[in-house]
Structures are given as C-alpha cells and as structure tokens.
C-alpha cells in the first residue's frame, strides 16, 4: 500500500517536523518513504508544505501533482491543496486557520481543533502532534508504536523528557478529529 500525503501550513506550525517524524515512523516500520519540504525564505509565517510518501514497495518519485491525503492548516493552504485531493480521498483541516472550508463532496473531509485542544493542554508545541494523531486515526499510515519510535530517533535526546506529552497529544487527536463530508 502507498499513501501520498501533503501537509501545508504556515511556518512555525510544526508542518516540516509534521512530516519528518511521519517519515520516520514509515523507515521504524521498514516502508519505503519519502520526505520533501518546500518553503519560502520566510519560514516563520511564511507557507511552509511537505509532500511525504510512505509505501510498502519503491517509491518511483517524490513528485506528486494529486495527493491521497491533504493536511491544511491555513486558508491559502486549503484554497491551494483541497483541488488537488484525488477523488475518495482525505482532506484534514485544524477549524482555527480556515474560514472557508472545501465544498467537495468526492472526498472525505475532517475537522480536528488542534489549535483549541493545545490551549486546553496548555502547551501549542503539541499542536502538529495532535494533528498528526488525527491523522493516524483517519489514516493508519504507520501505527502509534512505530510513531514513538520515530520521536526517539528523529528528537534531540535533551527533549526525549517530551515524548510522553507528545504521545498523549497524538492519542487526543486522535479521539477530536470529526468527519464534516
């Protein structure tokens, strides 16, 4: 199985780290990844994106034009990513940065309110983990085991300390993300 995922936002989200800790999950799991960030000089608030494959066999390119799952946490990021979902895929969006969500009713939509959930558990460094749970729940890429693994590996050991709050944001992701289409 292969899963072609973009995940875009505004820098300083945790969009990029969003990804590599995906990717890394996938190499725990000994898939074949990919993991190819795109931003402009500006990185923080500035548009950030990360296209990550994970797959059981080769990948032939990172290159991709549509995408099986779409992770937008922004506007521009929604009006720029949710045309290029492929029909009967996923599209997750965090309902604090978008004011109008995609009216498509080929793929399937979910809302997660990261951003509200990361002032509950008062620390917004776990907002791209509680997304990334989301992810997981909707879309079991890699599993959670092979995601605490990857926070060993792809963490500086100063901030292994970190990876239980870590983990417990990816289990609240996953109970918050709702489905809207």
Request: net charge positive; hydrophobic share 40%; charged share 20%.
């Amino acid at each position: 199985m292969k899963t072609e995922i973009i995940i875009s936002g505004f820098g300083g989200q945790g969009v990029l780290s969003m990804g590599k800790i995906l990717a890394y999950s996938g190499l725990m799991e000994n898939k074949e990844v990919t993991w190819m960030p795109a931003y402009g000089p500006e990185q923080r608030g500035g548009t950030a994106n990360v296209t990550v494959i994970v797959s059981d066999e080769r990948i032939s390119s990172p290159i991709l034009s549509k995408y099986d799952v779409a992770i937008v946490l922004n506007q521009p990021s929604m009006d720029k990513f949710a045309p290029k979902v492929k029909p009967g895929g996923i599209l997750i969006y965090d309902g604090y940065g978008i004011m109008t969500p995609t009216d498509r009713k080929d793929i399937h939509v979910y809302r997660i309110n990261a951003m509200d959930k990361a002032a509950e558990m008062k620390n917004s460094k776990v907002f791209n983990m509680i997304v990334l749970g989301g992810l997981l729940k909707v879309a079991p890429v890699v599993s959670t085991d092979g995601l605490n693994k990857a926070l060993f590996k792809s963490l500086p050991e100063r901030h292994h300390g970190l990876i239980p709050l870590n983990m417990q944001a990816v289990e609240e992701g996953m109970k918050i993300i709702e489905q809207t289409v």
